[in-house]
């Protein structure tokens, strides 16, 4: 049987004033049924933009998927008519954003957003939809939820409103929830909530879960599969046992060092240097500025994506030396 | 008390000094220019004597120190005695009572009509952002919003009742023909196509170019990534989930511009012959009727400032954030 989400030589480029910035480039990974995938890497790594362009919901104009397939059951949705793209969205694909803030409209009730999709996909209206509705926001744990469909965003928390999102994305049992950051704009406690929750709906109703995050913690915890992102290539992908106790990239393994000085209290758990201006990209691999195992070829080309071993790659020509 | 009612109690109370502010502001302006009443009058009579003049003066109370004229001026506002204007001799709240439902409906048809188009027109720009449609609504807007209303107005004319002869060119209803309510409605709203449209159409222009850019920037936030990941349509992101939200501004500023509207109103009736408050304001001007001005000129600033209360209730509808306490 195929995988849930095939996803092949993705690339998505950015026109902008200074040039084209190539934000995700030959992204290629699966997602299995039920399973958890994590996509991780620092800001500006292209995670948000891969995750958007899996149902093209980068604006329009400015954004560019320049290749690749998207495989959502063996359709590829990247050439599907924008009618039966809209029939994926919300009914087999569920996303829920980074900040909760924001991702809901500020001028309706959170029934009538919750509503919504019900009648859209599942042709609830009325009292069927309210009482669906409710059903799904004590689902994701909303307090009195008979009131709560009558309040807008503005009355709710942070962590409430993420429920709200996930209430709508869940509401048609969709195969696969795409979650970008979905506890970065949270406090630590409602983090973890919000999290166990993500984990237990995913069991509940059988779904897979691409989870993107930069929080190494979240990762070991809730996920399969990990897919380290840098500079908008994919430079890392294993199991989570194998990525984060044997990572085979300077990358990954800085991550991880960066990770534990950080549960340290450490302040300076910094991978030295910064991530190269999408503007200018080095010839060769992009971390070897900051790679204290680089050497002439790294800085001339590009190193290809190797398997190590059974679900194990990685893009490093050094990759066997880098010591756990 | 609700809220909503206590806001409103509190909003009328604090009319009342403003509608003294701008009293005394009215007073002194006018009483600053040269001539009065007496003049007028006088001169009307075909030039009098100086004695002559003085007692006119002394009978209409204008020989008084200006803080006792003033005194009794706001005394008689009191009990909605607006005074008495001498060159049309009846009271200027009648003739004030007489003119402003012209006026009125007149601007309401203009507003409504005004951020129905621009609201409509802005959306479909928006939508169709750097499509043909919105290169050609981007022109007209711009020639519109160039365009100097009474020439647009003698344009329309011209158009619509000289050429096509399908509309009436002026006045607010076919005079001396009997007719049911409904017949007179009918041929009230025809005679206020063309006058509308006139005060209108700049608004339209105004209002879709706001539309379009509130449109716009409202595309870039995170909840409309949100209503498409859900899976809805362009046309419903657009209209329901984009539109509410991108009308506040432009609400905003329509209540701010009713002063103006009213402004140009003045215009507007009179090249139209529209009896309303525009042209009294027009002939007060030229007759230097001091009290008519006046009145005219509070009843309008309370007509202005009652408008914007309803604006801000009305904004309080759209925005579930705004709360009036
Ligand atoms: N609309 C845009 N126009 C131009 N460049 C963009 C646009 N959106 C993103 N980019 C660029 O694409 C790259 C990837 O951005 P993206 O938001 O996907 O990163 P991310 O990994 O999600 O980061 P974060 O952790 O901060 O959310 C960045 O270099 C960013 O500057
Ligand atoms: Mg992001």
Redesign the interface.
């Known amino acids: 049987m195929t995988a849930l989400l095939e996803v092949e030589g993705l690339s998505v480029h950015f026109e902008t004033a200074r040039g084209v910035v190539r934000a995700v480039e030959d992204l290629s990974f699966a997602v299995e049924r039920g399973q958890t995938v994590a996509l991780v890497g620092e800001s500006g790594s292209g995670k948000s933009t891969a995750a958007?362009s899996l149902?093209r919901?980068l604006?329009a104009?400015a954004s560019k998927i320049a290749a690749g397939r998207v495989r959502l059951d063996g359709r590829d949705l990247l050439a599907l008519p924008p009618r039966q793209l809209?029939?994926?969205?919300?009914?087999q694909v569920?996303?829920i954003?980074q900040?909760p803030m924001?991702?809901?409209?500020?001028?309706?009730?959170i029934g009538r957003q919750i509503a919504?999709?019900l009648r859209?996909?599942l042709g609830l209206a009325g009292p069927a939809a309210e009482a669906r509705a409710i059903e799904l926001l004590r689902r994701v744990q909303v307090p009195a939820p008979e009131q709560r469909i009558h309040q807008?965003p503005?009355n709710l928390s942070g962590g409430m409103r993420q429920r709200v999102?996930m209430a709508?994305?869940l509401a048609c049992r969709p195969a696969l929830l795409i979650a970008d950051e979905p506890t970065t704009a949270l406090d630590v406690t409602v983090q973890a909530q919000v999290l166990a929750l993500i984990d237990e709906l995913k069991a509940e109703l059988g779904m897979a879960v691409l989870l993107i995050t930069h929080d190494l913690a979240v990762v070991w915890e809730t996920a399969q599969r990990v897919i380290v992102l840098y500079a908008g290539r994919k430079v890392e992908e294993g199991p989570v046992g194998r990525i984060l106790t044997r990572p085979r990239h300077p990358y990954t393994a800085g991550l991880l060092r960066a990770a534990q000085w950080a549960a340290d209290g450490d302040r300076l758990a910094e991978i030295p240097g910064t991530v190269p201006s999408p503007h200018a990209m080095p010839p060769g691999c992009a971390f070897a500025p900051r790679c204290a195992l680089a050497e002439d070829r790294c800085r001339r080309q590009a190193p290809p994506l190797r398997t190590l071993e059974p679900g194990h790659v990685a893009a490093c020509f050094r990759a066997e030396e880098i010591a756990p | 008390m609700s809220p909503t009612l206590a806001f409103l109690t509190r909003r009328l109370l604090q009319l009342v000094p403003v509608v003294l502010a701008i009293a005394a502001l009215n007073f002194a302006l006018l009483h600053l220019a040269p001539g009065d009443a007496a003049d007028i009058v006088a001169a009307s009579s075909g030039g009098a004597s100086a004695e002559f003049t003085a007692e006119l003066r002394a009978s209409f109370g204008l020989d008084r120190p200006l803080h006792e004229q003033f005194v009794l001026f706001i005394g008689r506002l009191l009990t909605l005695d607006l005074g008495w204007s001498h060159i049309q001799q009846a009271p200027v709240l009648e003739l004030v009572a007489e003119r402003i439902p012209a006026t009125l409906l007149l601007m309401v048809a203009a507003i409504t009509v005004a951020l129905a188009a621009g609201m409509l027109l802005g959306i479909l720009a928006a939508m169709r952002h750097?499509g043909w449609i919105d290169g050609i609504l981007s022109v007209v807007a711009l020639v519109v919003y160039a365009t100097p209303q009474f020439w647009l107005g003698l344009m329309l004319i011209v158009l619509f009742s000289v050429t096509l002869g399908v509309l009436p060119s002026g006045g607010m209803m076919t005079i001396a023909t009997e007719m049911g309510w409904a017949a007179r409605a009918a041929d009230i709203g025809r005679h206020l196509v063309l006058p509308s449209l006139t005060l209108g159409l700049f608004y339209v222009a105004l209002y879709t170019r706001l539309m379009r850019a509130s449109m716009l920037e409202v595309?870039?936030?995170?909840?409309i990534?949100?209503?498409?990941?859900?899976?809805?349509?362009e046309t419903r992101i657009g209209f329901v989930?984009a539109a509410?939200?991108a009308l506040l501004p432009v609400v905003t500023l329509a209540g701010v511009q009713i002063g103006h509207i009213l402004g140009g109103s003045i215009l507007v009736e009179t090249v139209f012959g529209w009896p309303g408050l525009g042209r009294l304001v027009f002939d007060a001007l030229l007759q230097r009727d001091l009290p008519l001005l006046l009145g005219i000129l509070l009843v309008s600033s309370v007509v202005v400032v009652l408008v914007n209360l309803v604006v801000d209730l009305l904004y309080g509808l759209?925005?579930?954030?705004i709360v009036h306490r």
């Not at chain 1, 809209?86 to 009914?91: I, K, P």
């Not at chain 1, 924001?102 to 009730?109: G, H, K």
């Not at chain 2, 990534?225 to 349509?233: H, M, P, Y």
């Open positions: 958007l149902l919901l604006p104009g809209r029939d994926v969205r919300g009914a569920g996303m954003f900040d924001m991702a809901l409209n500020p001028v309706y009730t919504e999709t859209l996909h807008y503005h999102m709508i994305a | 750097r595309f870039t936030l995170d909840f990534t949100t209503a498409r990941a859900k899976g809805l349509s989930h509410r939200n759209l925005d579930p954030r």
